[in-house]
T-cell receptor, first 113, second 115 residues
């Protein structure tokens, strides 16, 4: 019940294309769903986050789509650029207590020039 | 600096030695987390601090692992009698604290290699 399942494990996209990464969870107590971007040798950096009271959130080229009934959420990267090549992690956190993150296993994205 | 600072950035040690990893959170952040990132795996939660107390230590993998936080600021993660399976990147994160979910801000981690 604590798991967050992330797919695909790796993704190759042409420059200008759309990158889509999916995550699914089981615990309905989760109420905060951030996405982090990690470059080699660096720590994860917050990209965008969503709460279950909205179905979509957009920031620049990055969009989170959230399906509460299916317990799924996804990250869409529009007009993907080579500089977007990184590892992306989804996470989930409960509405109370420690607010610790349960992370997905990560998606390694490569955008070809 | 303005971000979470971790030291050392890299640590190589022999099996059986003790190591100490340091985290300096963002000023004013009362909540502090340690996570471990193993090769090819995601990030797993280790321990959570609110101020100087650690109400959630559920992720510490064995009694060789301990952590403390002093002055509501700097935290150290200590691994005693290191084993090869302890090799990983140890990440620290902080957030302002208080009620409600807020983003966690991560340091760049300490890459620990056990020979």
């Amino acid at each position: 019940q604590q798991q967050v399942k992330q797919s695909p494990q790796s993704l190759i996209v042409q420059k200008g294309g759309i990158s889509i990464i999916n995550c699914a969870y089981e615990n309905t107590a989760f109420d905060y769903f951030p996405w982090y971007q990690q470059f080699p040798g660096k720590g994860p950096a917050l990209l965008i986050a969503i709460r279950p009271d909205v179905s979509e959130k957009k920031e620049g080229r990055f969009t989170i789509s959230f399906n509460k009934s299916a317990k799924q959420f996804s990250l869409h990267i529009m007009d993907s650029q080579p500089g977007d090549s990184a590892t992306y992690f989804c996470a989930a956190s409960k509405a109370s207590g420690t607010y610790k993150y349960i992370f997905g296993t990560g998606t390694r994205l490569k955008v070809l020039a | 600096g303005a971000g979470v600072s971790q030291s050392p950035s890299n640590k190589v040690t022999e099996k059986g030695k003790d190591v100490e990893l340091r985290c300096d959170p963002i000023s004013g952040h009362t909540a502090l987390y340690w996570y471990r990132q193993s090769l090819g795996q995601g990030l797993e939660f280790l321990i959570y601090f609110q101020g100087n107390s650690a109400p959630d230590k559920s992720g510490l993998p064995s009694d060789r692992f301990s952590a403390e936080r002093t002055g509501g600021s700097v935290s150290t993660l200590t691994i005693q009698r290191t084993q090869q399976e302890d090799s990983a990147v140890y990440l620290c994160a902080s957030r302002p604290g208080g009620r409600g979910n807020q983003p966690q801000h991560f340091g760049d981690g300490t890459r620990l290699s056990i020979l």
